[in-house]
């Protein structure tokens, strides 16, 4: 399995970004996670998507701002991002595995290679 994220880039506070991730391999009874990880601080859980049926969960922290989706004809996880403030900057992750729903980043052996996300206050 192989993960391949995109779209970060520098925005406004306010503004807003999509991340994306395409995946070569096998999705079915996956889950996609989206991380990230800011300067000095732990990598830490963004959002889940599980992928059979496109159900979503979100840390408190981004929900009601951040929405993942995917698309089964790409093989792609989106990660919308709306309402962005300075502290969302960070290197965002996607990374995937197979059975269970875990919002821990030790739980999954599937990573992309990050995209660095900045918001400007």
């Known amino acids: 399995v192989q993960l391949q994220a995109s779209g970060g880039g520098l925005v406004q506070a306010g503004g807003s970004l999509r991340l994306s991730c395409a995946v070569s391999?096998?999705?079915?009874?996956?889950?996609m996670g989206w991380f990230r990880q800011a300067p000095g601080k732990e990598r830490e859980f963004v959002g889940i998507v599980r992928w059979n049926d496109n159900s979503a969960y979100y840390a408190d922290s981004v929900k009601g701002r951040f929405t993942i989706s995917r698309d089964n004809a790409k093989n792609t996880v989106y990660l919308q991002m709306d309402s962005l403030k300075p502290e969302d900057t960070a290197v965002y992750y996607c990374?995937?595995?197979?059975?269970?729903?875990?919002?821990?980043?030790?739980?999954?052996?599937?990573w992309g290679q990050g995209t660095l996300v900045t918001v400007s206050s």
């Open positions: 391999g096998r999705t079915v009874s996956s889950y």
């Open positions: 990374a995937l595995r197979y059975g269970r729903y875990y919002d821990y980043p030790r739980y999954y052996p599937y």
